[in-house]
């Protein structure tokens, strides 16, 4: 069981968000009230009384802490959304809810904790999605151009090779044509900096953290790939071929 360095005001705090999951459906579950039974007894916080606070008092606490603290106490709720294999809409709401105040960085962390710690798979990417399509699709061009500006260097290949899965093993072609691109001695700078954009978003956020980014809404993987295909092809006349 995931174990953070937590002092007393952040593991009555962690109790306090923990309570506000397990109850957000109106129906707690034997494996959620097991870990929190676990984490009071590891913590040594079995006598805490409930002040019943709400997402609001949560957050205004989360907003004194350090950023380091709020990733524990957030990777804790989301392993406890995940205990009973169904970490649902209104669970993951409450999640996102504070995610503003987690940089990029650290959700890669805590994206590593969860899959050490889980019970179950989970994407992050899930909890940096933006409900707003709009606001998603100018969001992630802009961050698509900015991972333009990195290099071949940048791009974990064994990462990479990990994303043929899901919609985006429907169309692992573009992907690897995209590889190409960025390997080929051949190319221009521009046109390589399309694909490096594309490739990079695909792994982001665990290998392709820029160093100031805005949390940002996340659009569909496929969409960000398709992009990038349709501008080699549009601008820059490369032919992909399936």
């Known amino acids: 069981m995931y174990m953070a360095k937590l002092d007393r005001n952040e593991k009555e705090i962690l109790l306090e968000l923990l309570k506000l999951i397990s109850e957000i459906d109106k129906n707690v579950t034997f494996d959620e009230m097991d870990m929190i039974y676990q984490l009071k007894k590891i913590y040594s916080i079995e006598d805490y009384k409930y002040k019943n606070y709400s997402q609001g008092d949560i957050r205004g606490f989360f907003e004194e802490m350090n ?11 989301i392993l406890l959304g995940l205990a009973d294999g169904i970490f649902d809409s209104n669970e993951q709401e409450l999640v996102r809810s504070y995610f503003d105040l987690v940089s990029l960085e650290n959700a890669g962390k805590m994206q590593k904790l969860i899959d050490q710690f889980a019970t179950s798979k989970f994407d992050i990417k899930e909890l940096l999605t933006n409900p707003s399509n709009d606001v998603i699709s100018a969001e992630s061009m802009k961050l698509m151009n900015d991972f333009s500006n990195k290099s071949v260097d940048d791009i974990n ?11 985006i093993k429907k169309i692992w072609y573009q992907v690897m044509s995209l590889w190409t691109v960025v390997n080929d001695s051949n190319n221009s700078k521009k046109v390589k900096a399309v694909a490096i954009g594309a490739l990079l978003y695909l792994i982001f956020p665990l290998d392709a953290i820029p160093d100031v980014i805005p949390a940002l809404g996340l659009t569909d993987d496929v969409a960000v790939i398709s992009v990038a295909i349709s501008n080699l092809t549009k601008y820059y006349g490369l032919s992909i071929k399936k």
Not at 67 to 77: G, K, M, R, W
Not at 160 to 167: F, V
């Open 157 to 167: 290949e064994g990462s990479l090779m990990k994303m043929r899965k899901g919609p």
């Open 67 to 77: 950023e380091n603290s709020v990733l524990n106490l957030l990777t804790h709720a």
